[in-house]
């Protein structure tokens, strides 16, 4: 079948919006009509060659929620007409992480970059007739995907597919990592550091912890403004040492409990480490470019503050376990979805949306489709 797919063909160019041909499903593999997919920082890295891929062209797109159409004859437990969310790390279900539940770190894990299915075949084409990667085994910025099993939770069908696509990516990531990752306690003190897609669900995740007080900082005025709404007590418009500064200004000197860094690790990990208290956590949750390989921490400071540096990728558990439990805290009214949506675009449309994501504009813009 045909389907409409923004393809990555140039780096630093513009997605291009092509017809593919998309192949059935292999046996373990179902077709997904896409009805939403989040506009992430992480698919903007790849187009600006900040993050590679190992192929092009490549469809983008990892936040993706839709409805099942067809399903390979050895697919179990999902059906037609099931609503799932897309995850953009396989639980393949065989390796030594998924076996213990950690599908966040499954061994599949690295391969999301590479382009094939999980199989390591392909079911795209482009017109010229040259095989189309899947970033994250995926390729959600596309009317439809073919995907493996190991990539689909089934979801209740009254949940919007809109704020289901939330809980592919962002919400766990943010969320996850506050409360799995750090294990924030009622009254600690969180920092925040970049309130974008993930860092707006730190806060919402460090909220739910009881945190206090939770300081959100970025130099977009209007992100501070948006963070008291998700839960932020203070809000820090500085960067490198005057944000240090101004954490340990309101912390009596002693700095956060637990730091997030949500943006540019090279320029905001030694700040935010600075402004963490002794024995306190230091969370990274976004993207390093490749180019980039290494950040100096003075080790003596390390040492003998006894802080903890740490990495949180899909908020540190499975998503198997969170996706459903983050829909359920969206239904007693705890977790903020709808919020999130700064802005809706069609997918051809995806290249103004990424340029309002670059502008600032957006906490997060989403493509949807016509059901
Ligand atoms: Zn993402
Ligand atoms: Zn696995």
């Not at 999980?118 to 085994?137: I, P």
């Not at 002794?278 to 003075?298: C, F, H, Q, R, Y």
């Not at 990495?311 to 359920?328: D, K, T």
Request: with cysteine; charged share 20%.
């Amino acid at each position: 079948m045909e389907s409409l797919a923004a393809l990555f063909r140039n780096v630093g160019a513009p997605l291009s919006i092509e017809r593919i041909v998309l192949d059935p499903p292999g046996p373990t593999e179902v077709l997904v009509r896409v009805a939403a997919v989040g506009l992430c920082r992480t698919d903007y890295h790849v187009m600006r060659g900040e993050r590679r891929v190992a192929m092009r062209p490549m469809v983008l797109g990892h936040e993706a929620a839709g409805v099942v159409e067809a399903t390979g004859a050895a697919v179990g437990g999902i059906e037609r007409g099931d609503h799932v969310v897309l995850t953009f790390i396989p639980g393949c279900g065989r390796c030594r992480w998924c076996r213990q539940g950690l599908h966040h770190l499954c061994a599949e894990g690295p391969r999301i970059t590479q382009g094939p299915q999980l199989d390591g075949t392909y079911r795209r084409r482009d017109g010229a007739g040259r095989e189309v990667g899947a970033f994250c085994m995926i390729g959600g910025f596309a009317e439809r995907a073919v995907v493996d099993q190991a990539s689909v939770v089934v979801i209740d069908r009254d949940i919007p597919l809109d704020l289901a696509s939330l809980v592919a990516c962002g919400v766990p990531a943010g969320v996850g990592a506050a409360r799995n990752r750090a294990r924030v306690k009622p009254g600690e003190s969180v920092l925040v550091v970049g309130c974008g897609g993930d860092g707006m669900n730190v806060v919402q995740g460090a909220r739910l912890c009881g945190a206090s007080p939770i300081i959100a900082a970025d130099i977009v005025p209007a992100k501070l403004e948006w963070a008291r709404g998700f839960g932020a007590t203070h809000g820090v418009n500085a960067q490198g040492e005057a944000l240090t500064r101004a954490v340990l200004e309101l912390t009596e000197g002693v700095g956060v409990n637990h730091a997030f860094v949500c943006i540019d690790p090279p320029a905001t990990l030694l700040p935010a480490f600075r402004a963490t208290a002794k024995a306190g956590n230091v969370v990274v949750t976004a993207l390093t470019p490749d180019s980039v390989s290494e950040i100096k921490i003075p080790p003596l400071e390390l040492f003998v503050t006894q802080k903890a540096i740490m990495g949180a990728v899909y908020g540190f558990a499975s998503p198997r376990l969170q996706i459903p439990e983050l829909l359920a805290l969206w239904r007693t009214g705890e977790l903020k979805l709808r919020e999130l949506i700064t802005r809706t675009y069609r997918l051809e449309e995806i290249n103004r949306g990424y340029a309002d994501l670059e502008a600032g504009k957006n906490l997060r813009g989403v493509v949807v489709f016509e059901p």
